[in-house]
T-cell receptor
Framework: GAGVSQSPSNKVTEKGKDVELRCDPISGHTALYWYRQSLGQGLEFLIYFQGNSAPDKSGLPSDRFSAERTGGSVSTLTIQRTQQEDSAVYLC???????????FGPGTRLTVL | GQNIDQPTEMTATEGAIVQINCTYQTSGFNGLFWYQQHAGEAPTFLSYNVLDGLEEKGRFSSFLSRSKGYSYLLLKELQMKDSASYLCAVENAGNMLTFGGGTRLMVKP
């Protein structure tokens, strides 16, 4: 079966532009997570969805970041007015439900010039 | 708050045994994960401990002591392909994972 997929795999954008990152979780997985990993750094939790709802958005770095999930499946992470410090690999993971192993996608490498 | 500590780097010899420690102080605890991450790749799951004790899975074992806020990952019969970063992650209520900074393991011939 297919794993978690993310698109695009690489994105280069200019400072100030908006970007949208997409995550397709494993079919049937109700929980979906977004993480960010800056070069040489650990994983930083951003937000998670249980179904279509995100109970806790406090992990998002700023109000320029937003995420949504519709139909209990695909999720998009949107970064408005990108800044150079947003450059990182954005990882998505899904799990069958609460308290389950998370399966990671390959990530989207975002570079803001 | 969440605080997870693990060594930044370790070096070991092919065929040897290495133990990677992880200590944590977290508000709420449901379980502890270990992930392996090769350079430039996404993390992959290694183990999940909920109860105290040792979980063995092939060459890899993971230990948890909840009272001490301590876990370790034990790798036996090291192979060159085991060179990677090993991430300790604590799961709190709501299945939110907080990751440590990772331990970069270098296996030398």
């Amino acid at each position: 079966g297919a794993g978690v997929s993310q698109s695009p795999s690489n994105k280069v954008t200019e400072k100030g532009k908006d970007v949208e990152l997409r995550c397709d979780p494993i079919s049937g997985h109700t929980a979906l997570y977004w993480y960010r990993q800056s070069l040489g750094q650990g994983l930083e939790f951003l937000i998670y969805f249980q179904g279509n709802s995100a109970p806790d958005k406090s992990g998002l770095p700023s109000d320029r970041f937003s995420a949504e999930r519709t139909g209990g499946s695909v999720s998009t992470l949107t970064i408005q007015r990108t800044q150079q410090e947003d450059s990182a690999v954005y990882l998505c993971a899904s799990s069958p439900g609460l308290y389950n192993e998370q399966f990671f996608g390959p990530g989207t490498r975002l570079t803001v010039l | 708050g969440q605080n997870i500590d693990q060594p930044t780097e370790m070096t070991a010899t092919e065929g040897a045994i290495v133990q990677i420690n992880c200590t944590y102080q977290t508000s709420g605890f449901n379980g502890l994960f270990w992930y392996q991450q090769h350079a430039g790749e996404a993390p992959t799951f290694l183990s999940y401990n909920v109860l105290d004790g040792l979980e063995e899975k092939g060459r890899f074992s993971s230990f948890l002591s909840r009272s001490k806020g301590y876990s370790y990952l034990l790798l036996k019969e090291l192979q060159m392909k085991d060179s990677a970063s090993y991430l300790c992650a604590v799961e709190n209520a709501g299945n939110m994972l907080t990751f440590g900074g990772g331990t970069r393991l270098m296996v030398k011939p």
